[in-house]
């Protein structure tokens, strides 16, 4: 909750300091980039909190993101007539995929999820492109049905709630009602915690960590078919590239502790919200997008150095 | 424990043999020697990422200290200093920026891959963030370390085989060494013995700072300008090959010998679908499987134990 | 069980290499003139424009009687061409055609590679400033006219009149900083003294950082009239920021006039923003032309072991006579205009 407030505060004063500087930024065009840059990272970020609070990391979620956009793009290009829910739902599909490919070898092979993912950052990465043949999927094969869930949504005045955001958000309240009442997410909770302890009160380890990966790799595949949708072409090098940072970032400014056992939606979203904008405040002001990755790396840094201290107090 | 490294070797030697079936250009000493001096600072940060692996730890962010490095020895050229108080400087820095990331591991007791991929992504933004878009060019006295042999052999080649001696020593035959696999192997029953556990870390790390120095100086001499957007992702390879060559993410076991193996199989792998025309992005898909591969290779035979 | 894991990663070694052999074709040679072996090193893979430039060789490569093969990093970095490069000279490759990610970090390479005896050629992005490392470029077109006519082609729309803003691609790309000094330069002209350029910003060529970057230049300046963009990964982003914000000419959301987009593009990546009116024209030179004059040039330069210099003439079949300019330059195709009327003929 203190966490929370932080969160909030951090957003408030970012807002009030790039306000003043820049009046601009206070303006709804660009609310509505910060609404429009929120999704993709919030749908990943919410995998990725899974994974976090189970104990472990995924890294590979770009390059999953990417080839569930490569696979989704190649198949609507061949049927421009494909219902958005089905396209969402392949999306999804080829993420769990690859999400198992990654929960199996790290559940029963017993590997550091960070290698595994590490290892299949590469792979996956490399299967866009043996997928797409090296070619990208243009704008012109992307059909208008997916392009408008970035366009079209709710209005309130000058805002407007893209279908991607509401999707999303959707997401998010789906994840915060199972975190508190599916006894499923509970046991992830313990086993993040403390592994051990868990195993003793009957939780099994392999089907949690299992499911982690599994659910964190589907949903970077939904973030797939949004990167097609928000972009209008997804390419197999450039797509969901660099991704990872971003989002372990915002997991970890939304108070979820990287070494596993706590964590919670509100605070991964508030984490998403403030990224986006740091995002967009960077480049309002006009700062040099040089300074964009020390600005991430400080972040996850200040979150990481939270959390040690905080332990230490203990 | 010897064995270990016998995996890589095997794989070594069968590599070498397939690839000169596979291309008839690739078996030349000139081509290979040449070619080595392309992998001999990535050699650098596998060596150290050995033994922090060892120790029960991960180093993201070697990659990101090296270009960082690179960037400020260039300006420092820039600014007049000789080459060696470039060097000196560089070395100093790096070992500086190695030690604080193990301080932070050790002290707020923080995992490893977490606070290193902070640090990861703080050092390239800090070299972007200093250079900008532009590239610095280094004096001409500096450059073209690989191009000058010994005894016929490119100096690069030599400085990394030096340092595996060297390091090997340090991991195999002293305290130190013991120490390392120690705390790796049960950091609390290290304690209890009398290991200084927190030194160790800040050492390890301190000497992964040191060899990502001295990677910068040698990449700085091979390019002759120095730019933030250099060796992306040299860090995961180096992860790799210190895999491949037996280290135990877990910690506590892993050999030098293994890793140099490994570092040449790499190597050999990489340039042998070069020259035989395989697309880069399957020789980065072939590169990630095998890391799996190899971790799990490592696994069964454990089990198998 | 050490056997086995033994087994298993040998095994994998075989198969990647077995059926990595599979993608090259190494020509028979049977033919009368041995082949001249030829490779083209593109910025990265995955890249539709150098793709249409990869396809100009192919065309070419069968009359010529070219040994051809394509090798694209898969990161438009600097240092991940130079280990391609030195492979394909270990392959004894004759013509090294290569659009470099950097103009200085591979002058080493090349030297060497020259000293072989390889002819070393730059097609769209040249090594500005270390020209000596190489024997000729064979650059898109016309440099001096790129700046201008799409400064023109945006003043047209819009009537000659209000603020525009540009997004391109890195801040150090030679390419795009010499358009943009070009169409400094043509402002001048008394026609575009109601014009004002208001600010100009970089989206690296990546997706993400141009639809950012587009998206604040609409937030910044609220009376933008017109953005340029002389990449076409910039061009693609901003268009569907245009096209996600409604504010294009006679877009839904649009207050006044609207703001035009127009820069440089491969046609196939505009065709439906074309279609809806986000994008009005924009224009662009065939890369494969660039392709074709390489792989003939290339040839030639190395069966008659010549390097042209500035002010020879030289005759490509299908191009005519092109003129070899100052730093040994010659410019490939014009440039062409693309809009709803002639779009639909073109596939590249």
């Known amino acids: 909750m203190r966490r929370n407030l932080a969160a909030l505060f951090f957003i408030f004063t970012l807002f009030a300091v790039v306000g003043l500087y820049q009046p601009r930024f206070l303006a709804p065009s660009s609310l509505n980039s910060i609404l429009l840059w929120m999704p993709i990272i919030t749908v990943l970020a919410l995998g990725q909190l899974l994974v976090v609070v189970s104990g472990g990391i995924d890294i590979s979620i770009g390059s999953i993101l990417g080839c569930s956009g490569i696979v989704v793009g190649l198949i609507v290009k061949e049927h421009p007539t494909l219902p958005v829910p089905v396209a969402l739902g392949l999306g999804l599909l080829v993420g769990l995929v690859l999400g198992m490919v990654n929960a199996a070898i790290i559940t029963w092979g017993k590997i550091s999820p960070l290698i595994v993912t590490i290892g299949t950052l590469a792979s996956f990465r490399g299967l866009c492109f043996l997928l797409s043949k090296g070619q990208q999927i243009d704008g012109s094969m992307i059909p208008d049905s997916l392009t408008s869930l970035a366009r079209n949504g709710l209005t309130l005045g000058e805002i407007t709630l893209s279908w991607l955001l509401i999707l999303s958000l959707v997401g998010a309240g789906g994840f915060a009602l199972a975190m508190f009442y599916y006894v499923g997410a509970k046991s992830l909770v313990a086993f993040g915690s403390n592994p051990s302890a868990a195993h003793l009160r009957g939780i099994s380890g392999n089907a949690v960590t299992f499911w982690v990966y599994a659910l964190c790799g589907a949903m970077a595949g939904l973030g797939g078919v949004m990167y097609a949708a928000k972009f209008g072409f997804v390419n197999p090098s450039s797509a969901g590239q660099g991704l990872e940072l971003t989002v372990i970032a915002a997991v970890a400014i939304g108070g979820a502790k990287l070494t596993g056992g706590f964590g919670n939606v509100t605070g991964t979203l508030l984490g998403c919200f403030l990224l986006s904008s740091i995002n967009v405040a960077l480049s309002v002001m006009g700062v040099d997008a040089n300074w964009q990755m020390l600005a991430y790396g400080a972040v996850i840094l200040v979150a990481v150095l939270v959390d040690g201290l905080a332990r230490r107090e203990k | ?305 | 069980m050490k056997q086995f894991s033994l087994l298993l990663l040998s095994s994998l070694f075989l198969y990647g290499c077995n059926s990595a052999t599979e993608t090259p074709t190494p020509g028979p040679s049977g033919a009368v003139e041995a082949k001249t072996k030829i490779v083209f090193i593109p910025k990265n893979t995955g890249n539709p424009y150098f793709n249409q430039v990869s396809a100009g060789f192919e065309k070419s490569a069968g009359a010529l009687n070219l040994d051809y093969n394509t090798q694209a990093p898969a990161t438009a970095d600097a240092t991940s061409q130079l280990p391609i490069i030195k492979d394909q000279i270990q392959q004894g490759v004759q013509v090294l055609v290569l659009a470099s990610n950097s103009p200085d970090a591979l002058n080493e390479v090349l030297d060497q590679a020259r000293e072989k005896g390889v002819t070393v050629i730059t097609v769209d992005s040249d090594l500005t400033g270390n020209e000596s490392h190489r024997d000729l470029a064979v650059l898109q077109t016309d440099f001096s006219k790129v700046g201008p006519s799409q400064l023109e082609l945006l003043a047209k729309t819009i009537s000659y009149e209000g603020e525009f803003a540009i997004l391109s691609a890195t801040a150090d790309a030679p390419n795009q900083n010499a358009w943009i000094a070009g169409m400094k330069e043509a402002m001048k002209d008394a026609k575009y003294a109601k014009m004002k350029l208001v600010e100009t910003v970089y989206g690296d060529d990546e997706p993400q950082k141009s639809t950012t970057e587009t998206e604040s230049l609409l937030t910044k300046h609220p009376n933008l009239r017109g953005i340029i963009s002389p990449t076409s990964v910039g061009l693609a982003a901003a268009a569907q920021v245009l096209e996600n914000a409604g504010v294009y000419p006679g877009g839904p959301k649009v207050k006044g006039t609207g703001v035009v987009l127009t820069g440089l593009s491969t046609p196939n990546q505009m065709k439906k923003a074309i279609e809806k009116g986000v994008v009005t024209s924009f224009q662009l030179w065939d890369p494969a032309d660039m392709g074709a004059i390489a792989a003939f040039l290339g040839k030639e330069m190395q069966n008659k072991k010549t390097i042209y210099k500035p002010g020879d003439t030289v005759e490509v079949p299908g191009y005519g006579k092109l003129s070899v300019g100052d730093k040994n330059v010659i410019f490939a195709g014009p440039l062409l205009t693309f809009d709803k009327a002639n779009i639909a003929k073109y596939d590249f």
């Open chain 2, 1 to 305: 424990m010897k064995f270990r490294a016998l995996i890589p070797g095997v794989l070594l030697l069968l590599s070498i043999i397939l690839a000169s079936r596979l291309s008839p250009h690739f078996l030349d000493a000139r081509y290979l020697l040449d070619t080595s001096t392309l992998y001999a600072e990535m050699g650098l940060l596998a060596l150290a990422m050995t033994l922090v692996i060892i120790s029960g730890n991960i180093d993201l962010s070697v990659g990101s200290i090296m270009v960082l490095v690179a960037c400020l020895a260039a300006k420092f050229f820039e600014k007049g200093l000789g080459i060696p108080a470039v060097i000196f400087l560089s070395l100093i820095i790096g070992t500086s920026l190695g030690s604080l990331n193990g301080y932070l591991i050790a002290k707020l007791k923080l995992p490893s891959f977490l606070m290193t991929l902070g640090t990861m992504a703080i050092a390239r933004g800090a070299a972007q963030a200093m250079m900008g878009p532009s590239s610095v060019k280094l004096p001409k006295a500096f450059t073209g370390l690989d191009q000058s042999l010994v005894l016929g052999l490119p100096w690069p080649l030599i400085i990394f085989l030096l340092c595996a001696v060297l390091i090997g020593i340090l991991l195999h035959r002293t305290v130190f060494g013991r120490w390392v696999t120690g705390v790796g192997s049960n950091e609390k029953a290290a304690l209890f013995s009398g290991v200084p556990v927190d030194r160790v870390k800040i050492l390890v790390f301190g000497l992964s700072g040191l060899m990502a120095a001295g990677a910068a100086l040698m990449m700085d001499s091979r390019y002759g300008v120095a730019r933030h957007n250099f060796a992306l992702g040299i860090e995961l390879e180096a992860i790799t090959v210190a895999v491949l060559g037996g280290a135990a993410i877990k910690g506590g076991e892993g050999t030098i010998l293994g890793t140099t193996f490994a570092l040449f199989l790499f190597m050999v792998i990489k340039t042998a679908m070069g020259v035989a025309n395989v697309k880069p992005e399957y020789q980065l898909t072939a590169i990630g499987v095998l890391l799996i591969l190899a971790v799990l290779a490592e696994r069964l035979r454990r089990e198998g134990r």
